[in-house]
DNA sequence: ATCATTGTATTAGGTGCTTAATACAATGAT
DNA sequence: ATCATTGTATTAAGCACCTAATACAATGAT
């Protein structure tokens, strides 16, 4: 599994997104067991102090939960991982429009700009 | 003028953006004389120091330039603000179609998103 | 000439994040 | 029963960022 951490930001709340990501998207589907702290640790490359404390913050807001010593779950509950699936798409999308139009672009810009945009990214295949 | 400094990441990239921002969008002109480091400091409520940092990487970056004693100016060089303009809109499109993609959108899905999410947004006048 | 204002530099201290090195209790496998 | 593995907790150190408090040289206004 692949882990982007960059240094402009604190580390663990980069892994709260990304294994968030990794939940909504179905890399971890639903009731799977996640790798120990030990071995996500090793494979995002960062202390497992600093993986402990990003599980343990999605664990409160109830994506995972904890078998004390036989590891870590993702929720079983479908409905919620939808529901911060589209909650996620919903606040990138309010926080890109808010950037475009404190630019100066209106919408009919925007949206021709993302259309001529997604032409270029369809090219790499 | 307003300065929305949060605490997720540093006060002095926040400054960067927000100032690189109101030269974009023209709050502050292309040659027009800024406020000192010590009231935009005060303004942004932010240690002078902080100010000073965020002005420095600008005017490295050739968007500001200054008369050692008599204050800091915006470049004349309209044509390098339009560039920034758009590297900045390119920058936040490419960002927004990754995130979106990664959490499974395609291109149809994220165009029906974002024109519904425009029609809630014009709602506020 | 004097003085307030400009950008700039320096020092010290505090805070949050990260890492490293341990340690411990609970459990599943042997 | 033993042992490796699990999550969890603690302590110490280092680092980047931020603030506070100064200080100084250069310039424009008076």
Chains 1, 2 share one sequence.
Not at 51 to 58: D, N, V
Not at 73 to 96: G, P, R, W, Y
């Amino acid at each position: 599994m692949h882990w982007d951490i960059k240094t402009d930001r604190p580390i663990y709340t980069q892994l709260i997104e990304q294994i968030q990501l990794k939940i909504c998207s179905g890399v971890y589907p639903p009731g799977s067991r996640l790798p120990s702290v030990r071995d996500l640790a090793r494979e995002a490359s960062v202390n497992p102090n600093t993986m402990q404390r990003a599980l343990a913050e999605l664990e409160e807001a109830g994506l995972l939960y904890t078998h004390r010593t036989s590891g870590r779950f993702v929720t079983e509950d479908t409905d919620m991982i939808k529901h911060v699936k589209n909650s996620l798409a919903e606040k990138h999308v309010q926080e890109f429009l808010k950037k475009m139009i404190e630019l100066g672009f209106d919408s009919s810009e925007i949206m021709s700009i993302i259309s001529e945009m997604m032409k270029r990214e369809g090219d790499e295949t």
